[in-house]
Structures are given as C-alpha cells and as structure tokens.
C-alpha cells in the first residue's frame, strides 16, 4: 500500500488491485522522449484539466463525507464520466513508452485490459473521495452542478469525455474560428475568463509529467525499457516538454474545445460558469477531483506496466 501524500494535511490512501502476472516483452534501449508523440490527454477532459496539486482543505476527522455521499458527488459532478476516460487512455501507453512495434502493442492490449477497467477505476476514486471530501466541498458541488444550468453542463462535458476523439481538433478549431470570425468578444472573453478558471485549479504539464514519469520508470523496473536519466530528470524533461507544448498552443486548443464543448450555451451561461469556477470553495473541490483522477491514471498505467515484468533482452512477444 502507497501513500499519496498532498500538502495540507490531507492523504490519498490508494492501493494496487489485481494479481501481477509475468509475460515476456521485447527491450528497447532508451526510448525517445518526442514530444510530437506523447498523447495530450488533458484535451479531452475539459471539466477537469488540471495537475496534482495543493490541496487547500484539511480533511479533519468527522468532516469526511460518507461512501454515498462520495457516490453522489461523483453523478452530480459527471466526475464518474471523467474517470471513465481514464480507460480509454490506456490506448496511449506504447506511444508514453516510445514503443512503435505491433507485438508490443498486441501484450500491452492485454496487459491493460486488466488493469484499466472502469467498475475498479470508480472504486478508487470512491475510496479516495470518502477519505478526503468534506461536507462543505460536497455541498459546493451539489449546489451548482445540481443547478438546472449543472445539469446540462453536466450533460454535454460527459459526452465529450466519452467521444470519439476522431475528427474533434478540427471540429473545435471550426468552432472557435466560427466565433472569431463573426466578431463576438463578449463570447471570446467568456470562453478565455472559462479555460483561465480551470488552469487556476491546476498545472496540467506537470500533472502529465507525473503520470507519464511514473509510468516509464515502473516500465524500466519492469525491464520493459532502459532509460539513459534519473526519476527526477526524467520528471524535469517531460514536464519541459510538456509545458513547450502549452506555450504553444495550450489556451487557443483549450478556447476551442470549450468554444465546441459548449456551443449550445449561451455567452452569459458560459459567464455563470467561469464565475463559480472561480470561487475559491468550488476551486477546492476542482484541485481534489483533479489530484484524485491523475493519481488514478498513473496508478494504472504503473500496475499495467508491472504485468509486463519478467521481459528478457531479444525475447519475441
């Protein structure tokens, strides 16, 4: 059993489930850290960009919330869609690894069908948020996402969790441009004054960082690959790269897949929106839901890669 430990007082008591198994998988030496390459998975969970970060709220005894009541907050927010996206994000782990090679994939297919599955992603997260989320976050959640204007946001943010992602970068970018072109700056605002009250709750480069640092060193431990740096410049360049890649398009991406998410919304409902994620209570809840979701994905791309265990030097798949 792992602890993970968040500033304030407060702990995420997480563990590995499942048996390890062993299975032979091919080395490769030294894998290309491209930043072309690494999959940006904040893109689609836009209701929860974010990072593993400070927690402002102590969790003292006798304020955590109930099982259900943890329950409750993951469908009132749509939190439970956004965990089940970890799934899908399983199909990014050779790409994280720099592995290019159909066998490969083929094990890790396997591998990760084990351990990225939604019934035990939505229990960790439940064991976590029964642990950590206190009666006043769950009722800053409730009372906006139980809104008549939460609900439908709601609505829409789990479809965009679960879609296709097939096609989305050009339909986003259609979207925003549809608005630029028809010369809206009270929208565009809205939208800019939206992604800056999620980015407040987070650090999305270094979030991305962790989970895929912690993914290729279980997968060097695992023998999988070999790795030239140490954990923490392994840690230093990912999160470089990553932070390269938001400078460079990070807040336009991010207006447009707002701008296609909530396309259907009116400019002073995404107003409404942007207002409540700033206040400080509702960017509590947002910074817990955040550290909880990518301490679930690393925890799994890490048990996937602990399947892998047991690979030898020039061994077929």
């Known amino acids: 059993m792992r602890d993970f430990q968040v500033p304030e007082g407060r702990t995420l008591t997480q563990r590995h489930h499942g048996a390890l198994a062993r299975m032979a998988a091919s080395r490769t030496t030294g894998p290309t850290i491209d930043a072309q390459r690494m999959p940006d998975l904040r893109g689609a969970v836009l209701a929860m960009l974010g990072a593993l970060v400070l927690l402002l709220a102590q969790a003292l005894p006798g304020q955590s919330a109930?099982?259900?009541?943890?329950r409750d907050f993951l469908k009132v927010t749509g939190f439970d869609a956004a965990l089940e996206s970890?799934?899908?994000s399983a199909d990014n782990g050779p790409a994280m690894l720099g592995i290019d090679d159909r066998g490969f994939r083929a094990v890790w297919d396997v591998m990760a069908a084990r351990v990225f599955r939604n019934e035990q992603i939505q229990?960790?997260?439940?064991?976590?948020l029964s642990a950590t989320l206190t009666a006043d976050e769950m009722v800053t959640a409730r009372d906006f996402y139980g809104s008549e204007l939460g609900q439908r946001l709601v609505e829409v943010e789990n479809a965009s969790h679960l879609a296709d992602d097939t096609g989305k970068p050009e339909a986003a970018?259609?979207?925003?441009?549809?608005?630029?072109?028809?010369?809206?700056?009270?929208?565009?605002?809205?939208?800019?004054?939206l992604i800056s009250a999620l980015d407040d709750t987070s650090d999305g480069a270094l979030a991305m960082a962790e989970v895929q640092a912690r993914f290729m060193i279980a997968a060097r431990n695992a023998g999988v690959i070999e790795l030239s740096v140490g954990d923490d410049a392994l840690r230093d360049l990912i999160a470089g790269q990553f932070r390269e890649m938001g400078e460079q398009d990070g807040l336009e991406a991010g207006m447009a897949n707002a701008a296609l998410t909530y396309r259907d919304f009116s400019t002073e409902e995404i107003d409404a929106y942007a207002a409540a994620l700033e206040d400080p209570a509702m960017q509590r809840v947002y910074e817990l839901m955040n550290a909880v979701q990518y301490e679930v994905m690393a925890d799994r791309f890490e048990a996937a890669a602990a399947l892998l265990t047991g690979a030898g030097s020039g061994e077929e798949l």
């Open 66 to 70: 109930s099982r259900e009541e943890a």
């Open 86 to 88: 970890i799934v899908m």
């Open 123 to 128: 229990t960790m997260a439940l064991d976590m």
């Open 173 to 193: 970018a259609a979207a925003l441009s549809e608005v630029v072109e028809g010369r809206d700056i009270a929208r565009l605002s809205a939208l800019e004054r």
